[in-house]
């Protein structure tokens, strides 16, 4: 019987759910600023409530749970829903989605926000079901809203739909397990998804390997389905199920899908790492990125647009810390929310506040020389646990990097390059799925797991060691060379493993090109570079393409404390030719191997003109002695300005003294 | 004064600029018409290093305004090689209106041996002060004393004490000048 109203309701899902819409009296609210206590009837997906002591219960729909008390329909057009329900609500572009295959070296920007420099998933061969298998472990559901997927159709019959899980923010339970939560949805799971990770059940079974025409309308059909199992202990006399839930989400929370940490040899280690002022402060993110009942989070920069019509001014970096006025100077919204100090910003041209976001100085790790690596939570699926995890993984993303945006104001960001093998058509490179390019890959490039510069690094030969350390030191341990020949070492074994990799890349792209839809070219992607074959196909044509460039996103975490934020040590900050601010460079990652990446400076990122940034930096170097000549000029003005009034009035005390001295007289 | 008159009044300036170089240009043309048949009055007696500095001064004023006001007037802030070009002006003419003031004082005050008239002499200390106020502005700021309100009216008075002061300045260059034909 149960098995029966699972499959019913796993067949109609969500469409059967929209036509039972809850009418806005029967949404509750308490008013209170106590927590609710949510021990709660569970429902199944078809909107019945059973209990989960019985035999064969279904696994409960969070969706349907929840909406028994609250406007779970309006709610699922909130920001982090909504890409396919709401497509005009983009807003400023953000971290994307990277589809990853190391087989391949593959690395594609995603987005269903038709953010430029994105692709959306289905032009890459990623249909909904797929999508929602490979990232789903940092989405908070949204199987129709968000990856605008048909769940009455096709293999969501089966999979059950995917809704929003209110738990994955809202639960306070530290037994919420986003690992659980993954894997369950990476096995296609999707109706079993809340329950496991709540951790009130456990499933017997899985969807992955049962076919897309399975009939569930036969018990034999039922039958495959996972069975789900609840866990005694957690449920209460009356069969209810006790839902830890707060109102504001904790940090960890937003971690789940929102941690940045720095890779790499550059990074420090994390002990060393502070965490974001504000929230050391006791702030949360919550804090500032909030919402109403219709989950719009408020993202904090400048001129956006929230779709209740509320102005969200107040809730960016100016708008708390500083007062907003009109053109005539009259305030029109006061800073200071939640105790935000007011920067004086004493000393600092008011110039550099308009052509420069707060971000620029305040947020990010502090500029170097080179930008450092970081890896995220949707990038690189932090926070599942995972030993092979490091640095190299695929997506490459540089941070912090300096450049100016579309509105001419210089902004730090996170940047990352595309790289994935294409073909290029009327000024287009179309992305090939990485599993269609394995196929050639696997021969050509010999890829047994990870295509990247050093799947196959070359090993110094006897003649290398002749010819760096000479021929009598071959047996020397390298920790005994200078640094001048292990550096002729490494450049010699990168040339040679780049050779290397070159000419398995002809083959490759031969491979490919034979199979090339009609006036194609075969193309493969690193590091903002394109490969092709030149005219004879037996060697390389490197050059670029618009599709090849970065995809860069705002960054504004973790914030610096004041003293530590860019130009809180004076002017020479930015304006020296030692500044990383201005000098720092970035250099393209990619899975290539490359002697002679693309390098490019904070300078031209900034789109500063070289000779006046000079002339500036040269400027300051004398400035403290201009300040010591101009205190002694104004001085000498002031003081014969001074005098020169003075005897000014001495002649006006002299006349009126005279005329005095004639009115007594007569 | 309302502060909604002040600011009124201060973004006027772009108007302000084009009102007062021609009002400027006007009075110096008339003045040269009507006097041309004029006797003149001898130069002051000044040293020529005071000479020389008054050169300098006049050399930066024109670039200061040259850099300031076609740029206001065209994209209405400064930036770029202009603001370049309009700080080291700025640094030389304090520095030139210094040597400028021990030169030139003496011969500039009431009852000296130059006997300047009376234009001559209130437009002289009119640079003066006008320049005092000017580059005084410019060298409080590039110390951490005032916020971002604070250097905002500090960049305020700069642009209307610059104005002046380029004024007063061709006035005094004309007077000058016309004193010496």
Redesign the interface.
């Known amino acids: 019987m149960m098995s029966r109203a699972l499959a019913i309701g796993v067949a109609v899902a969500l469409a059967g759910t929209a036509g039972m819409a809850q009418e806005p009296e029967s949404f509750k609210r308490t008013d209170s600023r106590r927590p609710y206590a949510h021990h709660l009837e569970l429902i199944d997906s078809e909107g019945r409530k059973f209990d989960p002591r019985a035999e064969g219960a279904p696994p409960f729909s969070i969706y349907q749970t929840c909406r028994t008390c609250h406007d779970v329909a309006k709610i699922e057009h909130g920001w982090h829903f909504n890409a396919a329900a709401d497509p005009g609500d983009a807003g400023r572009p953000g971290e994307p989605w990277i589809w990853t295959d190391e087989r391949t070296g593959t690395s594609i920007p995603l987005s269903f926000r038709g953010w430029p420099g994105t692709r959306r998933p289905e032009e890459v061969g990623l249909d909904p079901l797929r999508f929602l298998q490979i990232f789903g472990r940092q989405l908070t559901g949204g199987a129709r809203t968000y990856a605008g997927a048909d769940v009455e159709s096709g293999r969501f019959r089966i999979t059950g739909d995917l809704p929003i899980d209110c738990m994955i923010c809202h639960s306070a339970s530290r037994s919420w397990s986003h690992e659980k939560w993954a894997k369950t949805v990476a096995e296609q799971d999707f109706a079993w998804a809340a329950a496991i990770a709540m951790g009130v059940a456990k499933v017997e079974g899985s969807v992955r390997g049962l076919p897309d025409d399975l009939d569930l309308t036969t018990d034999e059909g039922r039958a495959q389905l996972p069975k789900t199992t609840y866990d005694p202990a957690k449920i209460d006399l009356d069969g209810h199920v006790f839902f830890d839930v707060v109102r504001r989400p904790t940090n960890e929370a937003c971690y789940t899908c929102h941690t940045v940490h720095g890779v790499g040899e550059d990074a420090d280690p994390r002990w060393i790492r502070d965490v974001d002022v504000h929230l050391r402060a006791g702030m949360s993110c919550v804090d500032c990125h909030r919402h109403g009942l219709e989950h719009h989070t408020v993202r904090g920069y400048e001129g956006e647009q929230h779709p209740t019509g509320i102005a969200v001014d107040s809730l960016t970096c100016r708008g708390c810390h500083l007062d907003q006025t009109d053109g005539?100077?009259?305030v029109v919204s006061r800073g200071g929310r939640l105790g935000a100090p007011m920067?004086?910003?004493?000393?600092?041209?008011?110039?550099h506040?308009d052509t420069m976001s707060c971000t620029s100085c305040h947020s990010g790790p502090l500029p170097s020389a080179r930008a450092g690596q970081v890896q995220t939570s949707m990038a690189h699926g932090l926070g599942l646990p995972d030993q092979l995890r490091g640095p190299e993984d695929l997506p490459g993303i540089a941070e912090p990097v300096l450049r100016r945006n579309a509105a001419g104001v210089i902004e730090p960001v996170r940047m990352t390059w595309p790289s994935f093998w294409g073909y290029e058509k009327d000024d287009r490179i179309t992305p090939i799925p990485p599993d269609v390019a394995f196929r050639n890959v696997r021969r050509s490039m010999r890829v047994r797991e990870r295509l990247r510069p050093d799947a196959h690094a070359e090993k110094p030969t006897a003649e290398d060691f002749a010819a760096v350390v000479g021929a009598g030191r071959a047996e020397e341990p390298e920790a005994e060379w200078t640094p001048e020949e292990r550096e002729t070492m490494r450049r010699r074994l990168a040339e040679r493993t780049e050779q290397g990799f070159h000419g398995r890349l002809v083959t490759a792209l031969g491979a490919f090109q034979k199979g090339a839809p009609e006036g194609a070219v075969a193309v493969a992607v690193s590091a903002g570079k394109v490969y092709r074959l030149d005219g004879s196909g037996e060697a390389l044509a490197i050059g670029t393409h618009p599709d090849a460039e970065p995809y860069v996103w705002p960054l504004a975490h973790d914030v610096r404390p004041a003293r530590m934020s860019t130009g809180a040590n004076g002017c020479p900050d930015c304006h020296s030719p030692q500044s990383p601010f201005v000098h720092g460079t970035v250099t393209a990652l990619g899975p290539a191997p490359d002697t002679t990446p693309r390098t490019t400076s904070m300078l031209e990122l900034m789109d500063l003109?070289p000779t006046?940034t000079a002339?500036?930096e040269q400027?300051f170097r004398g400035?403290d002695a201009?300040?010591v000549?101009?205190?002694?000029?104004?001085a000498?003005?002031?003081l014969?300005?001074l005098?020169?009034l003075f005897?000014?009035l001495d002649?006006v005390v002299r006349v009126l003294g005279r005329r005095r001295g004639k009115e007594e007289a007569s | 004064m309302s502060a909604g008159l002040i600011d009124e009044v201060l973004s006027a300036y772009p108007t302000a600029i084009v009102v007062g170089l021609g009002a400027t240009a006007l009075v110096i043309g008339v003045h040269a018409f009507a006097a041309r048949s004029a006797a003149r009055q001898p130069a002051p007696q000044v040293r020529p290093l005071g000479r020389l500095a008054w050169l300098g001064t006049v050399a930066c004023v024109l670039v200061l305004g040259g850099t300031a006001f076609a740029t206001i007037l065209s994209y209405g802030v400064m930036h770029g090689y202009p603001l370049l070009f309009h700080v080291a002006a700025g640094g030389a003419v304090s520095f030139a209106l210094a040597v400028v003031a021990l030169t030139w004082a003496r011969a500039m005050r009431r009852g000296s041996s130059s006997r300047p008239d009376t234009l001559t002499r209130i437009s002289f200390w009119s640079v003066l002060t006008l320049g005092l106020i000017a580059s005084t502005t410019m060298l409080a700021s590039t110390f951490p004393l005032f916020g971002t309100a604070g250097m905002e009216h500090l960049l305020d008075v700069h642009r209307w004490s610059g104005l002046g002061l380029f004024i007063t300045t061709a006035l005094l260059a004309y007077l000058l000048r016309a004193g010496r034909r």
């Open positions: 005539h100077g009259a920067p004086l910003h004493a000393g600092l041209p008011p110039v506040l003109d006046l002339a500036w400027s400035r201009f300040k000549v101009g205190v002694i000029a104004a000498i003005l002031t014969v300005v005098l020169q005897v000014g002649a």
